[in-house]
């Protein structure tokens, strides 16, 4: 089974207007964290946002939120206000074992391309 | 701030030949990772290196072997190379998680090098 599934291949959205990437996982384990990468055309994997498991509040970046409802295991990204920069893959990551047996690495979804239109 | 370095950026094999693909970091990172990404398929881990002196297999390591010549560098070889092995291949480093005896801060972030893409005809 999929440990992380973004459901949308690709999405397209207005300049200005906002935009919600959805990313579901998969743990039994209580301890996890999940990340978003944006991936832009040039190729380069850029952090965006992270929120932890006892995180108790949805995480910000600037124009970044991370929808998190973690009885529903869903860790959407929301966009606000898009720019043309925004065009993008982007790719949600889980990283398990937050407080032991973690080495580190990250496990990514299928990713969705964003595209913003002018 | 060179961050995480790969060379080459690009590369043509022909079926058989082998290749290394080099990775530096220079922000005293611990564990470094290498990654292939494919078309619908998302970034997948090959190998990774939790420290230096150390190596572990990843999602997908078969047809491919890593080194960890010291802190900074890692390397991944093909010893024959297979058109099955096209891809982009990302080496990324982070903090280490081992030396808090596993417990790894989910602020942990991954830094990405550049990607290398390889084209096994």
């Known amino acids: 089974a999929q440990k992380i599934t973004q459901t949308q291949p690709g999405m397209f959205v207005q300049e200005k207007e906002a935009v919600t990437l959805d990313c579901t996982y998969d743990?039994?384990?209580?301890?996890?964290?999940l990340f978003w990468y944006k991936q832009p055309s040039s190729g380069e994997m850029i952090f965006l946002i992270y929120q932890g498991s006892y995180d108790q509040q949805n995480a910000t970046e600037g124009r970044y939120s991370l929808n998190f409802q973690k009885a529903r295991k869903s860790a959407n990204l929301v966009i606000s206000a898009s720019q043309l920069g925004d065009s993008a893959m982007y790719f949600c990551?889980?990283?398990?074992?937050?407080?032991?047996?973690?080495?580190?690495?990250?496990?990514f979804g299928k990713g969705t391309k964003l595209s913003v239109k002018p | 701030n060179a961050g995480v370095t790969q060379t080459p950026k690009f590369q043509v094999l022909k079926t058989g030949q082998s290749m290394t693909l080099q990775c530096a970091q220079d922000?005293?990172?611990?564990?470094m990772y290498w990654y292939r990404q494919d078309p619908g398929m998302g970034l997948r881990l090959i190998y990774y290196?939790?420290?230096?002196?150390?190596?572990d297999k990843g999602e997908v390591p078969n047809g491919y072997n890593v080194s960890r010549l010291n802190k900074r560098e890692f390397s991944l070889r093909l010893e024959s190379a297979a058109p099955s092995q096209t891809s982009v291949y990302f080496c990324?480093?982070?903090?280490?998680?081992?030396?808090?005896?596993?417990?790894?801060?989910?602020?942990?972030?991954?830094?990405f090098g550049a990607g290398s893409r390889l084209t096994v005809l």
């Open positions: 743990t039994s384990d209580p301890s996890y964290g």
């Open positions: 990551a889980m990283r398990e074992g937050l407080y032991g047996g973690s080495q580190g690495n990250l496990i």
């Open positions: 990324a480093s982070s903090v280490s998680c081992a030396f808090f005896g596993g417990a790894c801060s989910g602020a942990n972030v991954l830094t």
């Open positions: 922000m005293n990172h611990n564990s």
């Open positions: 290196s939790a420290s230096e002196g150390t190596t």
